[in-house]
Each structure stands twice: as structure tokens, then as C-alpha cells.
């Protein structure tokens, strides 16, 4: 008896129909390829609306000083609470494809052309250049700013007391290493005020003349620094010297004239100073940031997103803090921060550092500082600025 056949499991019945191939979809029709040329001429003539713009954009800037009257020095016109408006709206309005930090600092280029028109700002810093503090300076005033390296932090208040600086930007805190405490104990004798403030994502790198990890025997930076990459430098020279120095500017300075010695700095400074970058970024949190003050002579109107610094010296009473905080709580006020410092008014008396949300012309600060005063001996306002943007 013949075998029949498809007679195996799962085959098909022989007289079953065959299956349909599913239907493909038709392809999509590729795009053309844009003309080149064509391309280029519409970057050109966007590029000629940009600059037409950016030069009318000039000349009322120019209006903008004549309608505010004889006025002597550019400090005069330079409004930080206005800038910081624009830039908001700049990142409010935003579509793309450029990020909001790419537009910022495009826009803060522009601000700052335009006003260096009367006179530029001059601007003390912690020095020498290629400091981070230089960096800080670029960021919030623009590169048409004149920077004034500083060999102290001390320096650059008594510059600006003295007039000889329009502003200074000094730092303030370290994200991983926290408060610099030589910025804080000027507050304590200076009248200038904060009048902004910038954050500064910080990246260091090991620099030196030879760019070889093995040639290494010392490692120049500025304390904060070193700290900031102890893991870093534990891990890969453990047995290395590591000398502080006042800047990483000066580190990289001393770098540059021994085959054996490295520098902790900004990428940057290695361009300045003629190093090669060994390896980096080498900090130990990759959220490395600084925060630096804009110091002023005088208070600024509110920007409408600002923070308000306040010095407090607090009486000798049981609840004598708590007293303090508690009229900021009650009227919604959000502390950012609080140190505490020797008041240098006696042994064992201390000043209260508190930073919290608001302006001093708000309503609600107003009150807080009204009640504030019940209970300090002295009260003095730091400065009531915008908030970075960015």
C-alpha cells in the first residue's frame, strides 16, 4: 500500500491552497537632496538680516543712554535686573534647535557689544588670567568686558570700594567643597553689595610642560581644587607632592618651568600658559560647580526671580536664631543657605550668612526684615539680585 503524501506531523494537506505573501507598502519616495548653493545662499542672506539687526539693535542701545540723560562712566548704564529679564525671555521664547545656554550666551555677546559702545565695564577678578574667575567674568559680562586680574580676593573689594573696578566677581561656594570662607569675612568690614551672581560648571584638568602622567612628581593648584580632585589624584598619583597655591593660574604659571611638575586648572589656562593636558576632567563629582558673586556699590530694583543675602549678627538669648528664621518661614520666604562666621565683635559672638528667595522691595521681605530687626543686633542687606540664569 503506497504512502500518501503530507501524511507527517504538521505537514500540509496536499490539495490545501498556498499562502498569499503579505503585501508590502510601497516605499517612501526619498527626499531630494537640497541644493548646496541654494542652501548657502539662503545662510547668507539670513546671516546679512542677522547683522542688519544686530547693528539697529546697536543704535537704540545708544538711545537707551541718551534718554537716561548725561550720565559719566558705563557702570552707569549698566542695569543687571534688565539683563537678566532679557535673557529669560530669550530662553522662554526658545523653539530650537539651539540650547538655551547657546542662545544665553549668544545674547549676553550682543548685550555686552552693545553697551561697551559708551565705555566697556571693567571688571575685577580673581587672577591671574586663565582662572576659573575669568570664566565667570566672560559669562556673565560678555567678552567686550575689560577684566582686571586680582592677586586676592581682598584685592578685587578694595578695587571696587575704591572705584578702580566697575564691578568684581569673587566665589562664594563649591557644589562638593562648599563655602570660601575669605569671600564671606570681607562682608564683615565692606559696604559693596551682591548685585548678581553667576554658576560656573567647573571641569579641571592636569596640565604640564610635557604632557606625561610618568614625569609627574608635584602637583601645583589652589586648595579647593586639590580637594576637589583628592579621589582622582589618590588613585592615579598617590605618591605625588601636592602644593597649594593662591590660583590654578598661578599653578599652571609654576608648571610651565619644570618637566617634573603638573598644574590642577581650567582647560583654558592651559592655552594661556603653553601646557598639555595630561588628563581631564579629573574632578571627583562630575556636578563640579561654583557659584560666584557680582559685587557693587549699590542695590538694584527688582528682576522679578531674585535672591536676597542677608548678614545678621544675632543677641545673645536662648531662641536668638530661631527668632531670626522664623519671620522668613512665616512669609513663605525659601532659605537657600545660612553660614555662620566669627563677628570679630568679641570672642565666641558670631554672624549669621542667610541667603533666601525675594527682594528686598517685596512686600513680603519688607515685613521679614521688619521682624528680623526685633531680634538681631544688626541686620545689613548683602544684596538683592536676579538669580542666575543659566
Same mark, same amino acid.
Request: one cysteine or more; proline letters at 7%.
Given at each position: ?66 534718554? #537716561?540723560?548725561?550720565? #559719566? ?37 550682543? &548685550? ?35 577684566? &582686571?586680574? &586680582? ?41 559693596? #553689595? ?45 605618591? !605625588? ?138 541686620? !545689613? ?10
Amino acid at each position: 500500500m503506497a504512502a500518501r503524501r503530507g501524511s507527517g506531523k504538521g505537514s500540509k494537506p496536499a490539495d490545501a491552497a498556498p499562502r498569499k505573501a503579505p503585501a508590502r507598502k510601497p516605499a517612501k519616495p526619498a527626499e531630494p537632496r537640497p541644493d548646496l548653493g541654494e542652501v548657502r545662499g539662503r545662510i547668507d542672506a539670513i546671516d546679512r538680516e542677522i547683522q542688519a539687526l544686530i547693528g539697529e539693535r546697536a543704535r537704540w542701545a545708544q538711545q537707551v543712554g541718551k534718554a #537716561k540723560g548725561p550720565l #559719566k562712566a558705563a557702570v552707569d548704564y549698566y542695569r543687571p535686573e534688565r539683563e537678566a529679564q532679557v535673557l529669560r525671555m530669550v530662553v522662554d521664547r526658545n523653539p530650537g534647535p539651539l540650547t538655551d545656554e547657546v542662545l544665553v550666551r549668544l545674547f549676553r555677546e550682543i &548685550m555686552s557689544a552693545c553697551l561697551a559702545q559708551q565705555e566697556p565695564l571693567k571688571i575685577g577678578y580673581l587672577g591671574p588670567q586663565g582662572t576659573f574667575s575669568e570664566q565667570a567674568v566672560h559669562k556673565h559680562f560678555g567678552h567686550s568686558a575689560m577684566g &582686571m586680574p &586680582m592677586e586676592s580676593i581682598e584685592e578685587v573689594f578694595e578695587e571696587v570700594e575704591r572705584r578702580n573696578a566697575d564691578f568684581g566677581v569673587v566665589p562664594v561656594e563649591n557644589s562638593g567643597q562648599g563655602t570660601i570662607q575669605s569671600t564671606l569675612d570681607m562682608f564683615l568690614t565692606s559696604n559693596l #553689595k551682591i548685585c548678581g551672581e553667576v554658576e560656573l560648571r567647573v571641569h579641571q584638568h592636569l596640565l604640564s610642560r610635557t604632557g606625561r602622567l610618568e614625569d609627574i612628581a608635584r602637583v601645583y593648584g589652589h586648595a579647593q581644587s586639590l580637594a576637589q580632585c583628592k579621589t582622582w589624584l589618590r588613585q592615579n598619583l598617590p605618591q !605625588t607632592e601636592k602644593i597649594a597655591l593662591p590660583s590654578n593660574a598661578e599653578a599652571a604659571k609654576r608648571a610651565r618651568s619644570a618637566d617634573d611638575a603638573a598644574a590642577i586648572a581650567g582647560e583654558s589656562a592651559a592655552h594661556v600658559y603653553g601646557l598639555k593636558i595630561v588628563a581631564g576632567p579629573i574632578e571627583d563629582r562630575p556636578d563640579n560647580t561654583t557659584r560666584f558673586l557680582v559685587l557693587g556699590r549699590e542695590l538694584f530694583p527688582p528682576s522679578g526671580h531674585d535672591r536676597t543675602s542677608l548678614l545678621v549678627f544675632v543677641k545673645d538669648q536662648p531662641g536668638a536664631l530661631f527668632n531670626v528664621l522664623r519671620p522668613l518661614a512665616e512669609q513663605g520666604l525659601s532659605m537657600n543657605r545660612i553660614e555662620s562666621r566669627p563677628a570679630h565683635t568679641g570672642k565666641w559672638q558670631y554672624a549669621f550668612f542667610i541667603d533666601f528667595n525675594g527682594h528686598v522691595d517685596d512686600p513680603g521681605v519688607r515685613q521679614a526684615l521688619k521682624e528680623v530687626e526685633q531680634f538681631a543686633s544688626r541686620v !545689613t542687606i548683602l544684596g538683592s539680585y536676579p538669580v542666575a540664569v543659566l
